[in-house]
């Protein structure tokens, strides 16, 4: 079992820069691939960006490759997401999630765990 918290979002302006952090309890968290979604308004939930437990290969959405960037630090047990050049089509709600293997890695349904979100809004 996982536990996922995450925290760090908030207002920023376009072209400004926010960082989210996302906490998980449990001894196995290592052997997790870690994934960052977001669900705009009127919106279905998509994927950002992803990473493997090794942390050897990290995934993008192309709408925010080149911008944004995700890390984990296994010994603390975080995930983060560092979000510069913000824009304003970046405003949603912001979710981690937690899985095994990494097959599909960009779909959804194939995470395990959830943490409750955390609101990010892009001012123009």
């Known amino acids: 079992q996982v536990q996922l918290v995450e925290s760090g979002g908030g207002l920023a302006q376009a072209g400004g820069s926010l960082r989210l952090s996302c906490a998980a309890s449990?001894?196995?968290?290592?052997?997790?691939?870690m994934g960052w979604f977001r669900q705009a308004p009127g919106k279905e939930r998509e994927f950002v960006a992803a990473?493997?437990?090794?942390?050897?290969?990290?995934h993008y959405a192309d709408s925010v490759k080149g911008r944004f960037t995700i890390s984990r630090d296994n010994a603390k047990n975080t995930v983060n997401l560092q979000m510069n050049s913000l824009k304003p089509e970046d405003t949603a709600v912001y979710y981690c999630?937690?899985?095994?293997?990494?097959?599909?890695?960009?779909?959804?349904?194939?995470?395990?765990?959830w943490g409750q979100g955390t609101q990010v809004t892009v001012s123009s």
């Open positions: 999630a937690a899985r095994v293997g990494v097959t599909t890695i960009r779909n959804e349904y194939g995470y395990d765990y």
């Open positions: 449990g001894r196995t968290f290592r052997s997790y691939t």
């Open positions: 990473i493997t437990w090794s942390a050897g290969s990290t």
